[in-house]
């Protein structure tokens, strides 16, 4: 006798929609960090965030269905904190910390909604933006990309058999275990999931995030998932982001106040977090130009994350900077999470290992790594690079440059004027796969 | 919110026995076959059957506990044919034949119980034997092997992890998946799943049943499995098996009734059943010495099994008896099912393929093949060669001497005396892995 839950099974052949999104904690946990500060020092400002897709040759508008995609974006913006998130939030503690959360902010979160968006199809994209305030438009990247993301991957399955689709996953959690089981050679190793964003869906990076948990124990430090960190007893990782750089920048009225711009959010930051938290995210404007002009306190923080740069050349700029201010770098942090995989993170490990305190965020190619699992391979399976970044602060242009040319965003007369600020650093343009 | 189905979980908690056989068409279906002659024909004849492990280097009785083994054994015995089983063994057809079971067959299995057994332990291996009426002993042959077979898998996962175990079965379905794809580039290939006896599991068996079913379509013929075939609709498949000509040649009382006993079996089998159920099984005594002494009627046979000479050289010397006896090779049947895999199945495929009729038994690389799939290799997940063999017959000691000298099973004495009667064949011992 085979035992069918009946009520499962019909409710799975009857719904009108499987949301992606069914939490306003599943989105990374340094856009909570973020949002307290901004909402804490920047409840006026406007900031537009839009989606990007730099991985033009696939037509993302051609895989997805305009109807379906409003309809997740749309059940996005029904979402609200629950009542055990909020109590969560309030009483968990992070970093060691208790009460991170300003109970005046936390107050305000209570009745906090996803804010209306912009779509449009053109040339096979999606245009998608988001315009008003940043306390709301910043909590769209997450759930937008990871809608994205996951319709695509939904569209791409959409013609496999019931067998293909048990070996396509079977496949990736092998190819997955592979994976985990080469880092699980590493002894001292320190890992996140960052992988949130460009997931190939919430249960695949939950199953990811659980199997790591398993496998590594605690060199698995959690995850930047809040909800998947607060479901799996994990902690929650992150600090913050680009955005912050590039709104404070965008905000500056003169070359002198842009070129401050970057430790002013660290000036900021530092008012609202500290410890771990402390983690300078140092290549919005180029890393060089921002160790160059770096005040001497920026050494007290804890580490730095460096994003675009090659790992290994990028780590060995910072530790030059912190022996320079007279910092012994065993006694720092670096995070490496700029499109990581094993190779990087193995190369990375051994070169560091013992001279730095090394972590690694592991994202698009922990949650997403569909490549070569599929019976017959499905092209649309492979993830893309899709961002969602600030375009404008203010009905001012935002600019990000960073370590690789093909980062960067803005317009070209901004991107030239940050340069000049700045100084254009020798920086090499790497090839952006995830 | 996620919805467990409670009862289920807590049946799962708290079963006393998840029982290895749960339905005596569980079995292969040339049991059912030759039971039917055997009780038309033998109905007095006792037959001991014994189980004997060829792989001495794995000590079952080391791994698998005595108790489960009983009270896997006791819970077979309690299992009867069921009433739907009764009305589809009674109203399906088979190789297209409607009613190829007798109704008063069928109403004597009614009643069937699998005999009492024998089980000692010594020097690590279990001891295993089946005393008594023919028709009662030779149906545990099949049960009993699945569930010596099954209980080892279980011993051997049951320190895995919970994602340990998740990618085991990942690894497995994707090993299995790649075997299928290689298959699948053969467009008139025509096999059957013959892997019951030494299945990892029941559940892992219906995996790969049902997945070869959705890849292969119409070139999967069906199972030997009566269960499965019953269940997924699919054809029951098998004609005879070596303990017929073992239990006749037992019987003969002088040697020239010996050398007569095989084709004794033909004769009786074929007033019995017709068509495809012709398929003769010709290596008991060495398929050189069936082939020289078989009477002119057996070439008017559908075809053969080689089932231990080496594919292409066993195929090609029935092929060449064949065209002695003036009969059109390509107007003929030959089944291979001997320890194959897709290497010996490409292999054999190419050489025979246009030249005579051609179908695959694959059995236990097809639902036993967990090597190289465990996060940590688990030797004890490994097949053994387990075989459960007839003894003796009315006192009187049983042999088979095969086409491969590995696989000869008797007393010395007797094994001579059979090699001076069947004349002994230019045999070579092939390694005997499954």
Chains 1, 2 share one sequence.
């Not at 999470?337 to 190369?347: K, L």
């Not at 993830?383 to 970044?389: A, D, Y």
Request: charged share 25%.
């Amino acid at each position: 006798m085979v035992a069918t839950d009946i009520a499962t099974r019909v409710w799975n052949h009857t719904f009108k929609l499987d949301p992606i999104v069914r939490s306003l904690l599943d989105t990374d946990f340094y856009k909570l960090l973020m949002l307290q500060m901004v909402w804490g020092l920047h409840r006026d400002t406007a900031v537009t965030f839009r989606m990007i897709n730099r991985t033009r040759t696939v037509r993302i508008a051609d895989q997805i269905d305009e109807g379906e995609l409003r309809a997740q974006l749309d059940h996005a913006r029904t979402v609200r904190f629950s009542k055990r998130e909020m109590i969560w939030l309030a009483g968990n503690s992070f970093y060691g910390s208790t009460q991170i959360f300003r109970p005046a902010f936390l107050q305000w979160l209570r009745d906090f909604e996803l804010p209306p968006y912009e779509l449009e199809k053109r040339d096979g994209q999606y245009e998608l933006m988001f315009r008003g305030s940043w306390t709301h438009t910043m909590m769209w990247e997450i759930p937008a990309l990871a809608i994205i993301n996951e319709l695509r991957s939904r569209a791409a399955m959409r013609n496999a058999g019931r067998f293909e689709l048990d070996v396509l996953y079977a496949r990736a959690k092998a190819k997955m275990w592979d994976k985990v089981a080469r880092l699980d050679a590493l002894p001292n190793l320190r890992i996140t999931d960052f992988g949130t964003r460009r997931r190939h869906s919430f249960l695949w990076q939950r199953w990811c995030v659980e199997a790591l948990k398993e496998k590594l124990g605690s060199r698995f430090l959690g995850s930047s998932n809040v909800l998947l960190a607060m479901e799996a007893d994990l902690e929650a990782i992150g600090t913050n982001a680009h955005e912050l750089p590039m709104v404070y920048a965008a905000l500056a009225r003169t070359d002198e106040a842009l070129r401050q711009a970057p430790y002013e959010v660290l000036r900021d930051w530092q008012g609202w977090y500290g410890g771990n938290l402390l983690v300078v995210l140092p290549d919005t404007f180029g890393t060089s130009s921002f160790l160059r002009h770096a005040p001497r306190w920026v050494a007290d923080w804890t580490g730095f994350r460096p994003d675009s740069a090659p790992p290994i050349e990028g780590g060995e700029a910072i530790m030059r900077w912190w022996r320079e201010q007279g910092v012994d770098p065993r006694e720092k942090l670096l995070v490496f999470s700029d499109g990581m995989d094993v190779d990087s993170i193995e190369e990375t490990y051994r070169h560091f290992e013992g001279r730095v305190r090394l972590s690694f965020g592991w994202g698009t190619n922990l949650t997403n790594d569909f490549r070569g699992v599929a019976p017959a391979e499905i092209p649309s399976l492979h993830p893309i690079s899709l961002v969602c970044k600030v375009t404008e602060v203010n009905g001012r242009p935002a600019v990000k440059l960073s370590d690789n040319p093909a980062k960067a965003t803005g317009t070209p007369i901004e991107i030239e004027r940050y340069r000049r600020v700045f100084g254009s650093a020798a920086d090499i343009s790497r090839e952006v796969l995830v």
